[in-house]
């Protein structure tokens, strides 16, 4: 395999602190293989001709710093006493990081061997026995967004259907021991929908998952949108009310507590199903962030 020696960034941030535990720098990897009609992050998009999701990388980028992974690290180990201190570390996102696997491979093995702490944001669209075998080995927490459950609202509102990234929630949290927390980016109207938000509650139950995070819609991304010259039909222009999170944060704790009733019950049936402690209280809090960095 030859090393894929650069890659493409279009933002690198020092002094984050929404992207995992104590003083970070998060790293932000151009390309992704949705498109979400609200990214967050449209300047780190490519057009869609640029890459197949599955089996190619990007190429031909027309925007964003190529840079050559000496450089990444020294600009990222320039903080190294901070995140030791702080319990922080270097976040990868995007875009979709995973899509310059080669190259995120030698980063994270090289961030190890410096002994730093190791997050990716995904949005969960990659191959997993690639990604099991070139980065999982190197991540020490992983934030995984799920967005829409159904495949076809998936692929209507983000251009890719949601199995794949399912499955590959599914085979983290059965053959991982990297901390995974699932993230839910409040789209109003879309990933807001109260069949969404129960079906994804109970997934995540099913797969034992006792933390996860609602992320609250932020509309600030259409002022980027309009910048890059760039259209979504997505037109919502504020933020959410405190009533529309808090509807959102009841659906999705009562879906909980009923799947937590049911799966106990399928335990009782099931002798010899992986058994894990449920918690009395799962943890759903609603973060003070308000960027969805990846995914993003
Ligand atoms: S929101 Fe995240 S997953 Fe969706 S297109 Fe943007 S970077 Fe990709």
Known sequence: MSMQTQA???DIKRDCSEDGPGIRTTVFFKGCPLQCQWCQNPEGLPTPHHFHPITEQ???LDNGELIDLQTLLHRVLIDKHFFIS???GVTVSGGEATLQ???????LKQLKAEGI?????????????????????????IYFDVKIFDDTLSRQFTKQGSSLILQNLKNL??????????????????????DNLVRIAQHL?????STAVLLPYNPLWQDKLAKLNMHSEYQRKTFMTADELQECQDIFISALNQTS???????????DHNEQSLPEQPQFPLPKRTREATTQ
């Open 205 to 209: 139950r099913q797969l034992h998952f």
């Open 8 to 10: 493409w960034i279009f």
């Open 58 to 60: 990007c190429a031909e």
């Open 173 to 194: 949290s059965q053959q991982s021991k990297v901390t995974v927390i699932p993230r839910i980016p409040l789209i109003p109207g879309i990933t807001t929908r109260k």
């Open 101 to 107: 696997h080669d190259f995120l491979h030698h980063f």
């Open 261 to 271: 009733q049911a799966t106990n019950d399928y335990h009782g049936v099931q002798g």
């Open 117 to 141: 702490h190791t997050c990716l944001e995904t949005s969960g669209f990659f191959n997993y026995r690639r990604f099991s075998e070139q980065l999982l080995p190197y991540l020490d927490l």
């Open 86 to 88: 702080s319990g922080g």
